[in-house]
């Protein structure tokens, strides 16, 4: 038969062990999240990147449509459309960097368990 400080001392052990599956749990969770935001800010940067790259190209034809202005009617109708191909790309490719850059915040989900669960350590006030 258990006595009194032998049910303490398991008690202790068992919140101890509860302690540290609940730390794991949230440190796996932070890790998952961690590698999310890393691939997302990869994916943010090779967008933006392009995008950059195609406004760039986009200016170039623009301005070489300003310097063959001068020159034969049927010049002007390709480089006109060439460089607006290239603006509108250059917008998409952007705005898909933008809305992917507002999409979430880093380790929301990990930040959010540990206020509960801060929040349920606290002493109630009833």
Known sequence: MAGPAENVINA???LIA???ASGETRLRL???EWEAERDRMLTLLLLAGAGLIMLSFA???LL???VVVYWEQHRLQAI???SGILFVVSAILLLAAKRIAKR???MAATLHHLERDRQA???SHD
Do not use: Q, S
């Open 121 to 123: 350590l606290e002493p």
């Open 59 to 61: 200016v170039g034809m």
């Open 64 to 66: 070489l449509l300003i």
């Open 18 to 20: 509860n302690l540290i």
């Open 80 to 82: 006109a459309i060439c």
């Open 30 to 32: 932070a890790v998952v």
């Open 104 to 106: 979430r915040k880093l």
């Open 12 to 14: 202790a052990r068992r």
